[in-house]
């Protein structure tokens, strides 16, 4: 799996440095259509801000593509794995617990397993994609787009408290089920 992970790692590298291309290309063209330049070079700019585009489109479709079916094959690994060491259990172990519970742990471990792997490349791309827009918007704004920063940094305790209501609700509803 490591070299698949490493593959779509480095797709996701290029989408997020593409992404911060894409505002550069639009200011091109604004600038464009403020100045006289010749005709030709506004279509030059409109084609490049297209082409971004979907190169970025085909890029974030080849990403998630990848990164589902490396979830895929772990949860299946992982599912094969639970369900062999399952058949191997004393017959003392299994009246702990009945085959439906076993089955509905081995789902929603595997399920958990597979969305932390299409995650994970959050943990690296969204730090760089601030860091990068961060800079790009101070040659636009200056040092007002920090602006933009504290909200988010002041967001945090927010997001952090309502994820953690939200769990607590669900783990009420579980025991509902």
């Given amino acids: 799996f490591g070299l698949a992970f490493l593959s779509s790692s480095f797709i996701q590298l290029l989408t997020v440095l593409l992404t911060q291309i894409s505002p550069q290309a639009l200011n091109y063209l604004i600038g464009f259509i403020s100045s006289g330049e010749e005709l030709w070079k506004g279509y030059v700019y409109m084609l490049y801000l297209v082409g971004i585009n979907l190169i970025l489109t085909i890029l974030n479709s080849q990403y998630f593509l990848e990164q589902m079916l490396i979830g895929l ?10 369900f ?44 760089v994609t601030i860091i990068l827009s961060i800079v790009s918007l101070w040659g636009f704004l200056g040092p007002s787009c920090l602006a933009g920063l504290l909200v988010m940094v002041l967001l945090i305790p927010t997001n952090a408290v309502l994820g953690s209501r939200m769990k607590k609700f669900q783990r009420q509803n579980m025991t509902f089920k």
């Fill in 84 to 127: 062999r060491k399952s058949l191997r259990l004393s017959s003392k172990s299994r009246k702990e617990r009945s085959v439906g519970e076993t089955v509905n742990l081995m789902q929603i471990d595997s399920q958990r397993l597979m969305d932390v792997i299409q995650n994970l490349n959050l943990l690296w791309s969204s730090p």
């Fill in 73 to 82: 094959r772990i949860r299946a690994a992982i599912t094969s794995a639970l």
